[in-house]
């Protein structure tokens, strides 16, 4: 199990970058630390399936909030934009992620187990299943998603093992979601035009990006540009941009060295001064205080 702490993203569709993740078997296990730097909006064509290990998160949708203790987890269904914010300070935040693509289940396109059993969840408009320890359905999902994770992958037949595994959690949540299913709206799930303006902004944000190249970028009006930011993200474009430059920044402290002016100017956040008094905002440390916290740890 790969441990991460942020997300990078693919050059040519701009979504999230799953390292390890083979078109053969369509899977990767990570293990997330998510104090090291904000998660800005994101969204990726695979399935992510999460247990919360330590700590407290919040994980934001086009629907709205949820907030993880741990103990608890959930589901993000395919191609969703979502967000995920540490809530706790005593303590690390550790997330276990199962991220695959549902194919992986379903086997061949058009195939009856992916018609009858995979497609009504993974195609629906549902976002997000929250799970929470308390429940009879909820705690055997949430043991299931740890027996997953305990197996070993230097065994004979661990892949084989492993979709035996999964096929069953998903069977379980499927049954689980079926009363949500029948409520749920797309609440600006793949809402392309804000998939179009993140793309735009993961590309250009060491520049000056303005509303107007925004809207371009997604053929809409400043006006509509404003309403797809509120109504998708519930935030405007000038505070998606700042929260992701911040993200790079953190990335480049904690990853290399390049000096504190040079990573302001290198992710469009001007002075030394600004992007060190963001930062104190965001994590409570100053860049080099942040620096030496995030090496130190990988010494």
């Not at 540490?86 to 695959?100: A, S, V």
Request: with cysteine.
């Amino acid at each position: 199990m790969e441990t991460i702490r942020g997300i990078e993203l693919c050059t040519a569709s701009r979504e999230e970058l799953l390292p390890g993740f083979a078109r053969d078997f369509p899977y990767i296990a990570t293990r997330a630390e998510l104090d090291a730097y904000p998660v800005p909006w994101h969204w990726h064509k695979t399935v992510e399936l999460f247990y919360v290990e330590s700590g407290s998160l919040e994980y934001h949708t086009p629907g709205g909030r949820v907030v993880f203790e741990a103990g608890s987890g959930g589901m993000v269904n395919q191609n969703v934009l979502h967000m995920t914010r540490p809530l706790g300070r005593t303590q690390k935040n550790i997330q276990l992620l199962h991220i695959f693509d549902p194919a992986l289940l379903s086997g061949e396109p058009g195939s009856r187990i992916g018609q009858r059993y995979i497609a009504p969840l993974a195609a629906s408009p549902l976002e997000l299943i929250p799970l929470f320890p308390g429940g009879e359905a909820e705690d055997a999902i949430l043991q299931c998603i740890l027996r997953a994770f305990a197996l070993n992958r230097e065994e004979f037949g661990y892949e084989a093992r492993l979709r035996a595994a999964l096929t069953e959690l998903w069977l379980m949540l499927l049954k689980l979601a079926r009363p949500l299913l029948a409520q749920s709206q797309a609440s600006g799930r793949g809402s392309e035009a804000v998939k179009a303006m993140l793309a735009y902004i993961h590309e250009h944000y060491p520049e000056k990006v303005s509303v107007r190249q925004l809207a371009a970028a997604a053929c809409l009006s400043e006006r509509a540009c404003y309403r797809a930011f509120a109504g998708c993200l519930h935030t405007s474009p000038a505070e998606y941009l700042k929260a992701f430059r911040i993200q790079a920044a953190c990335r480049m402290l904690a990853q290399g060295n390049m000096s504190v002016t040079e990573i302001a100017q290198a992710c469009g956040l001007g002075s030394s001064s600004y992007f060190g008094r963001l930062l104190r905002e965001c994590t409570g440390c100053t860049p080099s205080e942040y620096r030496r916290k995030w090496q130190d740890r990988d010494t």
